[in-house]
Every structure is written in C-alpha cells, then in structure tokens.
C-alpha cells in the first residue's frame, strides 16, 4: 500500500512541477504598466513595490494601448527628501532609454542616457550608453556609445 500510495504522491508532484514550468511562472519577473497619464502599457521586467516607480513614453501606442514605435521611455522612483525638516517624498528620474518598442517591450538596439552626476557639482553633459534588447530584456551589457 506505501508503494501506490508513494508512486501516485511522486506522479501528483510531477505533473504539479510540469504544470507550473510549462506556464511560464518562472518565465520573467515583470509586469506591464501603466504610464502616468494611463493610456500607454510599458514593459516592466523589474516592478518594485506598488506605487514606487512611474513611467512616461514619448513615442505612439498600438490598437491595444500597447507603446509601439520609435520614442523614449523614462521611468521615475519614488524618493525620499535628503532633509530632516521635510519629510517629503518625490518622483525623480531613475532612468530614460530610447529605442523601438514592439507590444509595450523594447527591441533591438537601445540607448540609455545617465544625465545624474557622479558628483554633485559636475555639470559634464550626459553620458550615453547603448545594448541590445530582445523581449524587453536586455541581452549584453551596457556599452559606452561614441556619438
């Protein structure tokens, strides 16, 4: 009776693991979201907290909503006053990438601009880097661009 018993657990776990691998649960961690004036989807392969990051698109958006095209995407995160008498927090941008999307995800070559110094008072003009991405998932690492 324990070897049936055994034989049908150990079935019901694989098909349970089978079941789980094949829909993808561990497929990618993002998420679509929305823009911040709601009517554009983006691609987000790492979502923080609810309601820590928002992003904006410069570009157009397909029949279904989805960013489409050649434009900009800047996402922004939510930020905490460096000051004790203001406890206020702010959206600031975390990043901008500019590039062609395909269904709300970027695609091809991509190119990322850092214009946050590395010291406060630098004023060097933007750095700017490009990679390729496939899926909306960047596919090698970043490399300085030389324009």
């Not at 691998?21 to 983006?42: C, E, H, I, P, S």
């Amino acid at each position: 009776m324990f070897v049936v018993t055994y034989s049908r657990f150990l079935f019901l776990c694989s098909g349970l693991l089978l079941f789980v691998f094949a829909n993808g649960a561990y497929a990618d961690d993002g998420t679509y979201q929305r823009t911040q004036d709601g009517t554009t989807l983006v691609w987000n392969s790492h979502p923080g907290p609810s309601g820590s990051e928002a992003v904006e698109w410069s570009g157009h958006q397909d029949k279904d909503g989805y960013a489409t095209g050649d434009g900009t995407v800047t996402w922004y995160k939510l930020d905490d006053s460096k000051y004790t008498f203001k406890k206020k927090r702010k959206l600031v941008v975390a990043s901008r990438y500019s590039g062609k999307m395909v269904r709300g995800k970027l695609e091809g070559t991509v190119l990322r601009e850092d214009s946050i110094p590395l010291v406060r008072w630098q004023t060097n003009p933007p750095r700017k880097f490009h990679a390729t991405f496939v899926g909306g998932n960047r596919t090698g690492d970043w490399v300085p661009d030389s324009n």
